[in-house]
């Protein structure tokens, strides 16, 4: 393996053994605080339609048509082996579940922030930004790499897709669903498990 990717992957694991430290030692901190009541305040700009948009094709409804539909029109287009690839997020979509009760983190409540949007799931990491870097990452890498897709749908689909995983985390943040630090846990571990699925996909 090169050098620089070991490298970077051990900063990766370091990040995230520290971050899930400290969310566990301190549940709530001042940085969370500070990104939510800043994040929040576009609510004034009633940004709300656009943010619970953005957070669709995480939640329990979303989440499976989005994949089944991307997976279903790979396959009907004669892509199988990405139509398979697809059915491969829902393995990190499992895992993160586990962590989720291992870390077992408070979400923000009434108390700490405007809840626009309620979850039963503990918080750490955010399932939404982990499914987003995973799926959506995934449609982008096949979108650069599969030059048999027509242009157009290669830049809609990889245009959506990057807006997608850039914003769910302020989407979460602003609905009142995640802590600032549970999204940045998403984006670590959404990018582990992305890059285990693209070394396979890519080894061909």
Do not use: C
């Not at 700009?45 to 409804?61: C, H, Q, Y």
Request: glycine share 8%; net charge positive; proline share 4%.
């Amino acid at each position: 393996m090169n050098k620089h990717l070991l490298a970077f992957y051990a900063l990766v694991a370091v990040s995230i053994i520290g971050l899930t430290f400290v969310v566990q030692r301190y549940p709530i901190s001042g940085f969370d605080f500070y990104m939510t009541r800043e994040i929040q305040g576009l609510q004034r700009g009633n940004f709300t339609p656009l943010m619970e948009f953005i957070s669709f094709f995480g939640n329990s409804v979303g989440m499976p048509i989005s994949v089944v539909f991307a997976s279903l029109i790979f396959y009907l287009t004669y892509h199988r082996r990405e139509a398979g690839f697809t059915f491969a997020v829902v393995l990190p979509d499992l895992f993160n579940l586990l962590l989720k009760i291992l870390v077992h983190r408070p979400r923000p409540t009434l108390e700490n922030a405007k809840i626009l949007l309620k979850f039963n799931q503990s918080s750490f990491p955010s399932g939404h930004v982990v499914h987003y870097v995973v799926f959506f990452g995934f449609l982008l890498a096949v979108m650069i790499v599969n030059k048999k897709i027509p242009s157009f749908w290669r830049i809609l689909i990889g245009t959506l897709s990057a807006f997608l995983i850039l914003t769910v985390s302020i989407s979460r943040i602003y609905l009142g669903a995640h802590w600032a630090t549970d999204v940045i846990g998403g984006y670590l571990f959404g990018f582990v498990y992305l890059g285990i699925i693209l070394k396979f996909y890519l080894s061909r």
